[in-house]
């Protein structure tokens, strides 16, 4: 027989369970997680071989389910809803209250809190100017026909991420097109 010393979580020690435990987020602080669903487990087996129909959440890429209680179906109730579909999706915070009283004693317990977590949205990146190369400008140049064209051409290239050498290129191909188409709409 051979033994190594055990450092890790003490959720580690009861072993694989389908249940979210409260030591498994204790040293967490608030977890923020996205409800996947809402199931109906018939026969969910407990601690000691205790069996019970009981109703669960899931989370969005988490394998541990919650069992839900009746605080916490309230709080849900309260945050989405009685309309248990519209859970689905929806950000809650999990916590874990060291005050629970369970089966005639003081103990930790999952809870979830009574208001929707802020989840950050991403900011709206503003939105990227076309980028032109200097071979599309220069196509462009030559084959404009009107001065408005030219002109719009000019703020592309402007905009563009152009050297100095290629900038001072369109730009003498621009005031030569701009002569040009002048002398044409004359």
Known sequence: MRSTEHTGNSAAIKGDCPWLASEDILEAGDVVVTVEACYAVQGAEFEGGRKEDVYTLGFVGKKKQLVLNSINRKTLVK??????????????????DRNVRAF??????????P???????????PPKPDTFSFGSLEAAINGATTLHEVEEIDGKMRAAELTATE??????????????LADNEV
């Open 115 to 125: 208001t929707a977590p802020q989840v950050q949205q991403k900011q709206a990146e």
């Open 79 to 96: 945050l989405y809803g009685t309309n248990v579909s519209e859970w689905k999706g929806k950000p809650i915070t999990l916590w874990v």
């Open 104 to 113: 005639g004693e003081i103990r930790n317990g999952i809870r979830i809190r």
């Open 167 to 180: 900038l001072k290129q369109l730009s003498e191909k621009i005031e030569i097109a701009r002569l040009t």
